[in-house]
């Protein structure tokens, strides 16, 4: 129940094109979903971050898409770049509980 | 600019030694925790702590153990370093989750080779 499945595991995409990232969770009181990006040799930061009050959120070529009764999220990057090449992580928290629960990750690579 | 800093980018150690990890925040965030990070893995929470000299276990405990004497610094320990504790570790500090689950904020992570 703890559990956030993220796909794919390594995606390879165009410049230009969209990236799409998917995370399902099973633990319906998980109330924060944040997506943290990863650079080599960097540790991971907040790139984007959503709350289930609402089904999508975007920041500049960023976009969450949240579908409450799947259960699922998706991370959409659109004009996708060479500089967006990164590991991406998808995450789930709960309002009082201490704990941020991870996705296992996915290597984005964009193709120039 | 808020920081997490940990004290070594790279370690070496041999089989056997006992292993520190030292991890500092200027944010006064109350919580700090400690994962590693494999390949397709993703981030597994070793310890974490809420306050000074409080600390939890993670999902993957065995092996390692935490201090936190002050609010500012966590310190990771592996009593006897195994070859399968070579890996990444990430510290990170929150807020408390108040109003709700908050951002986590990384260090840049000490890649840790046991041999």
């Known amino acids: 129940q703890q559990q956030v499945k993220q796909s794919p595991q390594s995606l390879i995409v165009q410049k230009g094109g969209i990236s799409i990232i998917n995370c399902a969770y099973e633990n319906t009181a998980f109330d924060y979903f944040p997506w943290y990006q990863q650079f080599p040799g960097k540790g991971p930061a907040l790139l984007i971050a959503?709350?289930?009050?609402?089904s999508e959120k975007k920041e500049g070529r960023f976009t969450i898409s949240f579908n409450k009764s799947a259960k699922q999220f998706s991370l959409h990057i659109m004009d996708s770049q060479p500089g967006d090449s990164a590991t991406y992580f998808c995450?789930?928290?709960?309002?009082?509980?201490?704990?941020?629960?991870f996705g296992a990750g996915t290597r984005l690579f964009v193709k120039a | 600019d808020v920081k997490v800093t940990q004290s070594s980018r790279y370690l070496v150690k041999r089989t056997g030694e006992k292993v520190f990890l030292e991890c500092v925040q200027d944010?006064?965030?109350?919580?700090m925790f400690w994962y590693r990070q494999d390949p397709g893995l993703g981030l597994r929470l070793i310890y974490f702590s809420y306050d000074v000299k409080m600390k939890e276990k993670g999902d993957i405990p065995e092996g390692y153990s935490v201090s936190r004497e002050k609010k500012e610094r966590f310190s990771l320990i592996l009593e006897s370093a195994s070859t399968n504790q070579t890996s990444m570790y990430l510290c990170?500090?929150?807020?408390?989750?108040?109003?709700?689950?908050?951002?986590?904020?990384f260090g840049q992570g000490t890649r840790l080779t046991v041999v």
């Open positions: 959503i709350r289930p009050d609402v």
């Open positions: 990170a500090s929150s807020s408390q989750p108040g109003q709700g689950a908050t951002e986590a904020f």
């Open positions: 995450a789930a928290s709960m309002t009082g509980g201490f704990k941020t629960i």
């Open positions: 944010m006064d965030h109350e919580n």
